[in-house]
T-cell receptor, first 114, second 111 residues
Framework: DSGVTQTPKHLITATGQRVTLRCSPR?????VYWYQQSLDQGLQFLIQ???????AKGNILERFSAQQFPDLHSELNLSSLELGDSALYFC?????????????FGPGTRLTVL | DAKTTQPTSMDCAEGRAANLPCNHSTISGNEYVYWYRQIHSQGPQYIIH?????ETNEMASLIITEDRKSSTLILPHATLRDTAVYYCIVRVFDSNYQLIWGAGTKLIIKP
């Protein structure tokens, strides 16, 4: 158990809908990262937040957005969903704002768009 | 960040040492080598990282060649639970650049 929690574990929705994925980092970690992993692919970095502020941005679509709240939990919002958005979404946390720190990953949310 | 090349898949007998190679021939002097693994769609797990000296922890050993163009992750006594995809990643230690994940090596431990 990494100490990072993600909810929900599974999510099934329809095209055009909007969903919110939630992540709680390990106690004491200030950074949260979001990754997308499509079937049999490597992880694609989406976005990083550090202590409430956006720190780095990867290949995140404009239809996706995220935020980190004062209690350091984070939410990833996915809107106007398409079939291709079906994937595993992982959240990770680390102590500092630099990604060279060991990242601790949550169990992921499996999103299925029908 | 430098690109890495790993074999697509490897087999290893249970109880034997698993040696996973990684080629990073364009690595620069301030880039570290990281290894993570992902067991069957679970969240990836950090294993080890190093710059130029060999490193060892409770999970594995990392051997980096003197020219730093390649490295080997060694799992000393592989168990069935070590079956996973292993990712070798290089990145600058103090930059804000994110880890770039390739396809990794699918390691299958056989009884």
């Amino acid at each position: 158990d990494s100490g990072v929690t993600q909810t929900p574990k599974h999510l099934i929705t329809a095209t055009g809908q909007r969903v919110t994925l939630r992540c709680s980092p390990r106690s004491g970690d200030l950074s949260v990262y979001w990754y997308q992993q499509s079937l049999d692919q490597g992880l694609q970095f989406l976005i990083q937040y550090y202590n409430g502020e956006e720190r780095a941005k990867g290949n995140i679509l404009e239809r996706f957005s995220a935020q980190q709240f004062p209690d350091l939990h984070s939410e990833l919002n996915l809107s106007s969903l398409e079939l291709g958005d079906s994937a595993l979404y992982f959240c990770a946390s680390s102590l500092s704002g630099y990604s060279y720190n060991e990242q601790f990953f949550g169990p992921g949310t499996r999103l299925t768009v029908l | 960040d430098a690109k890495t090349t790993q074999p697509t898949s490897m087999d290893c007998a249970e109880g034997r040492a698993a040696n996973l190679p990684c080629n990073h021939s364009t690595i620069s002097g301030n880039e570290y080598v990281y290894w993570y693994r992902q067991i069957h769609s679970q969240g990836p797990q950090y294993i080890i990282h190093g710059l130029k000296n060999n490193e060892t922890n409770e999970m594995a050993s990392l051997i980096i060649t003197e020219d730093r163009k390649s490295s080997t992750l060694i799992l000393p006594h592989a168990t069935l639970r070590d079956t996973a995809v292993y990712y070798c990643i290089v990145r600058v230690f103090d930059s804000n650049y994110q880890l770039i994940w390739g396809a990794g090596t699918k390691l299958i431990i056989k009884p």
